[in-house]
């Protein structure tokens, strides 16, 4: 693979940014140094793990990015929720976006999985 940009896990982590990003924008003034700002910055971290962990010479390190990811995935989530409990986002919204979680979710663990095997064909 010569780019993580052709990785289809980091195409469905840049969609999700993307609905993050357009989803904030929605989102009350009050919250922009609070919610907003942590929803977006977590959103961003899903992709930008996966490319760093890409540019990583061995497999270990990139399983740890990929982890990383998956963290900032569920922190994402969670904001999301947040935004539901403060009736920021509809019940539809978050249903929404976690159809988007859960492929985003199956596409990393299966590239972390992929990894894993890589690795073990190393030693």
């Known amino acids: ?9 980091w195409k469905q982590s840049r ?6 990003s ?5 989102f009350p003034v009050e919250e922009k140094y609070r919610l ?5 910055r977590s959103s961003r971290s899903i992709g930008n793990n996966i490319a760093e962990g890409h540019g ?10 990929c982890i990383i990811a998956r963290g900032s995935l569920s922190e994402t989530l969670d904001h999301l929720m ?9 019940e ?3 249903l929404s976006f976690q159809t988007e979680y859960e492929s985003c979710l199956r596409l990393l663990n299966g ?5 894993k095997n890589k690795k073990g064909d190393e030693l």
Do not use: G, P
């Not at 907003?36 to 977006?40: A, G, K, Y």
């Not at 947040?82 to 509809?90: Q, S």
């Open 56 to 65: 990583r010479f061995h497999y270990q390190d990139n399983i740890r990015f």
């Open 82 to 90: 947040i935004a539901l409990d403060e009736k920021i986002v509809t």
């Open 36 to 40: 907003t700002d942590q929803i977006v």
């Open 1 to 9: 693979m010569a780019s993580f940009t052709d990785l289809e896990v």
């Open 92 to 94: 539809e919204v978050l």
């Open 111 to 115: 590239y972390i999985q992929y990894l």
């Open 15 to 20: 969609k999700i940014r993307i609905w993050i």
């Open 22 to 26: 357009e989803a904030a924008k929605k």
